[in-house]
């Protein structure tokens, strides 16, 4: 069974620009999760969706952070327009259900650095 | 509010020596704890997990026990190899929600 995915593995844009960065989930887990880490910071929780909808959405820093997933299965995380602190590690993790004691597996993470 | 502190890194063994990685949290109501690691290069694995106190985790030969008392769920193993070289986060998920909460990460070093 595949894991979670996540494209690009590395990002280097200018400050101002646009990025996009795709999670595709393990097959058949309805739970996706965004979280970054800034250097040297903890994990963030960012946002939370069950199917396409977004359950918990209070980790987002700005409304320069836009995440989508229509059709509950792969999401999309567009930082528009990037700034030099948005750099970090982006994970995405996805469950099966969304019980405290449920596993999250994590992707690979997408590493942004905005110059 | 909710929060997990670890033990600052990076922490450097011999091969063979025993490991204690602490961590601590503050957490409203009955928190699940976990440990995830992350290897180089790669994404970040759960190692172990306790969903209520006094239950003990355990994989590949590391443990770590839910202490109320103490809102301790320190990471411990009694022999490292070089295999065992990576980032450790100790995390919760609050009783409320589902996002996890991390602390800063541990880095672990074993030098053969």
């Known amino acids: 069974e595949a894991g979670v995915t996540q494209f690009p593995s590395h990002s280097v844009i200018e400050k101002g620009q646009t990025v996009t960065l795709r999670c595709d989930p393990i097959?058949?887990?309805?739970?996706l999760y965004w979280y970054r880490r800034v250097m040297g910071k903890e994990i963030k929780f960012l946002l939370h969706?069950?199917?396409?909808?977004?359950?918990?959405e209070s980790g987002m820093p700005n409304n320069r952070f836009l995440a989508e997933r229509t059709g509950g299965t792969y999401s999309t995380l567009k930082v528009q327009p990037a700034e030099l602190e948005d750099s970090g590690v982006y994970f995405c993790?996805?469950?099966?259900?969304?019980?405290?004691?449920?596993?999250?597996?994590f992707g690979p993470g997408t590493r942004l650095t905005v110059l | 509010g909710n929060s997990v502190t670890q033990m600052e890194g990076p922490v450097t063994l011999s091969e063979e020596a025993f490991l204690t990685i602490n961590c601590t949290y503050t957490?409203?109501?009955?928190?699940?704890l976990f440990w995830y690691v992350q290897y180089p290069g790669e994404g970040l694995q759960l190692l172990l997990k306790?969903?209520?106190?006094?239950d003990k985790g355990s994989n590949k030969g590391f443990e770590a026990t839910y202490r109320k008392e103490t809102t301790s769920f320190h990471l411990e193993k009694g022999s490292v190899q070089v295999s065992d070289s990576a980032v450790y986060f100790c995390?919760?998920?609050?009783?409320?929600?589902?996002?996890?909460?991390f602390g800063k990460g541990t880095t672990l070093s074993v030098s053969s």
């Open positions: 993790a996805s469950s099966q259900g969304y019980a405290r004691s449920d596993t999250q597996y």
């Open positions: 097959s058949g887990h309805d739970n």
């Open positions: 969706f069950v199917k396409e909808s977004k359950q918990d």
């Open positions: 957490a409203t109501g009955y928190p699940s």
């Open positions: 306790a969903t209520k106190a006094d």
């Open positions: 995390a919760l998920a609050r009783e409320a929600g589902t996002a996890l909460i």
